[in-house]
């Protein structure tokens, strides 16, 4: 769900998107979410996809710490209100082009070493939306980073400062959102206008989440793995969703179970799982995957661009091979940018977070780290305007990807494919190395400006890359340019 500047725009997002991926909603978000112990290196990781339009600016900020000089926080996009605390921290935001109705930082990891990411957007049943309805100017997608993330000290903090937001203030939709540091990863969803439950991701399991309440079994018992609003238990039971005395189901009593989430929903999650675990065989047409997963092997960062990359490949549903399939994919042409947010072991927290940021489809695109600890962000990536000739990060990245989906077959193995696997390798290496030089300075304001060139200087080496990948693509396709006349007259 989406609403405000986003909801006014959609039914135009959804005619470009329609043309060339036959889905029944254009709007939508896919998350994953990896606990310490199932990952190569023992980090979490929480990722997501941000889906609206496939000409819908971002970019990419620092959003400084200190002092608020106002504490009143007041949405452009629906009136929200919230009291801020007087000290904030730093973080990294990846907010819209147009802020002119709500920032939607979207994602971001802060100074104390927590990382959220917001929102993957859900709808609760009619049955307990009747009873607790949504709130016009609760809090929304456009308010949930800004209000949260720069105040927070841990993933629980995050999960316990949103929920009293909601509980107070209200919510204006549904929302899953998704928060880390360096020990646990929180899930949590906003179903109506003041109920919500959060579950802690087991260290050694992972979650793929695709715009439907997932969460299973709660027991509200077991503070160290649940928290939830005080009502949740009395709205289920208004609603007839739940009995006392039986075991509380969050997906079962809020949740939905449609046609739209068998051929939009439920699809991305059984692929993801196959991916992700492939020993374990699951008919996609059960319509009943499980939450969490333990995967076949350990995951890194990789692993985890393959599920927000993917499109079905290797069976009957991928839209690429398939122009009747209807189902949707966790790749589509409309995501504006993709982020996989990593905190590491054993660091400091200005080194240990790594915002991998991909602008654009990730399928054609490179997810670039920047450290937590940089002061500020590239210039090319601060850009946020709408004229494609800015040269902008965006820009740069969609444009390989606009080119990709009209000439996929032409250009997806011989160049695409190449120029990421080469990316990825530069990457890993240039991060290792700055690893260890930015491990050795102790000068706090030293090892901020190291972290924050360094960080530019990868960015600099994908934007210079995709650029030259781009015009070979140009000159492939003029190659290939279909000829009507005779060519020696």
């Keep these: 769900m989406k609403q405000f500047k986003r909801y006014r725009k959609s039914l135009v997002s959804s005619l470009l998107v329609m043309t060339v991926l036959p889905v029944p909603f254009a709007e939508a978000c896919t998350s994953v979410i990896v606990g310490k112990n199932a990952t190569v290196d023992g980090s979490t990781m929480i990722a997501r996809n941000e889906d609206m339009s496939a000409a819908w600016p971002k970019y990419f900020v620092v959003r400084p710490g200190g002092q608020n000089e106002e504490t009143q926080y007041v949405s452009k996009g629906n009136g929200f209100t919230v009291e801020l605390p007087q000290e904030r921290f730093k973080t990294t935001a990846t907010p819209e082009g147009d802020e002119s109705e709500g920032s939607f930082d979207e994602a971001g990891i802060n100074s104390e070493g927590v990382a959220m990411s917001g929102t993957e957007s859900l709808s609760a049943n009619d049955d307990v939306l009747n009873i607790d309805p949504l709130v016009e100017d609760g809090i929304a997608e456009d308010s949930l980073n800004a209000v949260v993330l720069p105040y927070i000290k ?248 606009a080119l990709m989906d009209q000439n996929y077959d032409l250009l997806k193995e011989d160049f695409i494919v190449p120029a990421k696997d080469e990316a990825r390798k530069m990457m890993a290496e240039d991060l290792k190395a700055s690893d260890e030089k930015a491990s050795s300075i102790e000068d706090p304001e030293e090892r901020s400006k190291y972290l924050t060139e360094s960080s530019a200087e990868r960015a600099q080496k994908m934007i210079d890359k995709w650029k030259e990948l781009t015009d070979q693509m140009m000159v492939e396709l003029l190659k290939n340019t279909p000829v009507y006349h005779n060519p020696d007259l």
Excluded: C
């Design 154 to 401: 841990s993933a629980r903090e995050g999960v316990e400062r949103l929920g009293k937001i909601v509980e107070e203030k209200g919510a204006a939709e549904g929302n899953g959102v998704i928060f880390s540091d360096k020990d646990e990863v929180w899930y949590m969803e906003i179903a109506t206008g003041h109920q919500w439950v959060a579950q802690r991701i087991p260290d050694d399991s992972y979650a793929v989440i695709a715009n439907q309440i997932v969460i299973e079994e709660v027991n509200l018992e077991d503070k160290e793995n649940f928290m939830a609003s005080k009502d949740v238990l009395k709205v289920a039971q208004e609603a007839n969703r739940y009995k006392e005395g039986d075991t509380f189901s969050f997906e079962k009593a809020y949740g939905t179970d449609t046609e739209e989430d068998q051929v939009y929903n439920y699809p991305r999650v059984w692929y993801g799982q196959k991916l992700l675990t492939p020993s374990v065989e699951q008919d996609l047409e059960s319509y009943d995957f499980p939450f969490v997963m333990k995967a076949d092997e350990k995951m890194d960062i990789e692993d985890i661009e393959k599920v927000l990359s993917s499109h079905f490949e290797g069976t009957d549903y991928d839209y690429r091979t398939n122009q009747e399939s209807t189902l949707r994919p966790a790749s589509v042409p409309q995501t504006m940018e993709s982020h996989i947010l990593q905190i590491r072991q054993d660091l400091p927290n200005d080194i240990a977070g790594v915002h991998w940021l991909n602008m654009g489809q990730p399928e054609s695109s490179v997810y670039v780290p920047f450290y937590s600890g940089i002061t500020e962000t590239p210039e090319a990536y601060r850009m946020g305007d709408t004229n494609f000739s800015s040269g902008g990060a965006y820009w740069t990245f969609r444009l390989a990807g």
